[in-house]
């Protein structure tokens, strides 16, 4: 039997190859692209894969107030007397989806003649709840109001109209509560319980996942744009120009950048669209020291002479040949990049200036609840704080992956030459 050793013809691979075989190689950076990957995909299906549909997940039951982890309660589902409204499955995924239902917490429940009488719970012992009454038809259907419904209580008939349908319905009793108890009353599990204002944790937490992605790849985009204009046009032109540059840069870098961002964010104003602006305005100056130091011992080599020489213009040398060249450090900028506008976004939000409620920011949901970490609930600030450290720490970790992979000195990719 014959063993043939594989090989690779290291000068045939591209240069992306070989930098994503290198990158393969570190198991932590696969790692933080795996959660990286998971986050964006949580991200792009939103609404469509979190319990609590409704816009910004603010389904608030104040009765279900911070209940546990693994916990369910007990609901009426009634049909609202709306007309139905025209939703598509893009605008739930971007929009969340108004819910059709009103739900009411069910302590006990009984049944008589036409009507369900419930008592609402209350988390109190005793109970003590609101007694709600309501026709059982009502609940099903979404009754027309303007004809009322009429019952027969000798053929235990229930007539009336629904909204949008010019038929009257005609349903048994007997049979409406029976769909009623099959269908209606439903319960619905909290798997990471709710928080103090009865909301769904998870649901939450996984439309917070938007937000963070959001900020760092708007902040990312403007931050990248800026510093590379500028660093570009310092390092290509030097002079007055980079003179210029330059004590721009070092202003704006003897700047803290927390109190940046809250300067820019009171001018511009509380909002999640003022956030992606001020956080990106901010993290430029790193972008631009590393352009300018790329381009300035690039401009001399022999393929930007060669441009000249055929009388390119210096615009056309910047972008098609000077800046491929240096987009690999800009790259594990961004990442770097990415990881500081999280934790800008979220500390910004934990103030009170970020993304402003019902947004579900990571960082409002540890300011509402960091209260809680000397009780029994310190999960309540702890679970959106381990989200914001995982997604940090990811990006970080791929940074640091991607800048050993594009280091062009590293020796390990070469064939080994010679040996017996």
């Known amino acids: 039997m014959f063993f043939r050793k594989k090989t690779i013809d290291f000068e045939s691979e591209s240069l992306s190859t070989q930098t994503w075989r290198r990158f393969k190689r570190n198991k932590l950076s696969m790692l933080g692209l795996i959660i990286i990957i998971i986050s964006c995909v949580i991200s792009i299906l939103g609404y469509l894969i979190t319990p609590d549909r409704t816009p910004y997940a603010n389904d608030q039951k104040p009765e279900l107030h911070i209940i546990n982890p693994g916990s369910s309660a007990r609901f009426l589902i009634a049909k ?3 007309p139905p409204a025209s939703q598509n499955i893009f605008k739930i995924m971007l929009f969340g989806a108004n819910d059709p239902y009103d739900a009411y917490t069910v302590h006990i429940y009984l049944f008589k003649k036409q009507y369900i009488l419930l008592e609402e719970f209350t988390g109190n012992n005793p109970n003590k709840g609101t007694l709600t009454k309501l026709n059982i038809a009502d609940v099903i259907y979404a009754v027309d109001s303007k004809a009322p419904i009429q019952y027969d209580s000798i053929t235990g008939l229930l007539s009336f109209y629904e909204i949008g349908n010019s038929n009257k319905i005609t349903r048994s009793v007997a049979e409406l509560r029976k ?5 209606n009353i439903v319960r619905k599990n909290y798997l990471l319980g ?3 204002l009865g909301r769904d ?6 439309i917070g996942t938007r937000i963070s992605l959001s900020v760092g790849l708007v902040s990312v985009i403007i931050s990248i ?3 590379i204009l500028l660093g570009a046009i310092a390092g290509y032109y030097r002079g007055k120009t980079d003179s210029l540059i330059m004590w721009l840069i070092n202003v704006v870098w003897s700047i803290p950048t927390l109190l940046l961002v809250i300067a820019i964010t009171l001018i511009l104003g509380k909002g999640i669209i003022q956030v992606f602006i001020a956080v990106g305005l901010t993290m430029w100056v790193d972008v631009a020291r590393i352009v300018r130091g790329q381009i300035l011992s690039i401009r001399e080599k022999e393929f930007v ?4 020489a055929l009388g ?3 615009m056309r040398i910047i972008l098609r040949h000077i800046l491929p060249n240096v987009m690999g450090p800009v790259v594990v900028m961004a990442a770097s990049n990415f990881a500081a506008a999280i934790l800008t976004e979220s500390g910004l939000s934990f103030l009170g200036i970020g993304a402003q409620p019902p947004v579900p920011s990571w960082g409002e949901m540890i300011s509402s609840h960091y209260g809680y970490i000397l009780m029994d609930k310190a999960y309540l600030a702890f679970i959106p704080g381990i989200a ?4 940090v720490l990811s990006f970080m970790l791929v940074g640091n992956g991607l800048r050993d992979a594009l280091d062009t000195r590293s020796l390990d990719d070469k064939p080994i030459v010679g040996g017996s």
Do not use: H, P, V, W
């Not at 769909?179 to 269908?183: K, R, S, T």
């Open 80 to 82: 609202r007397n709306d």
């Open 179 to 183: 769909e009623i108890q099959e269908e």
């Open 194 to 196: 709710t928080d103090k």
């Open 201 to 206: 944790l998870l649901s939450r937490l996984l």
């Open 225 to 227: 744009f800026i510093g």
């Open 305 to 308: 002479e060669a441009g000249r």
């Open 312 to 314: 390119y213009k210096n």
């Open 388 to 391: 914001i450290m995982l997604l």
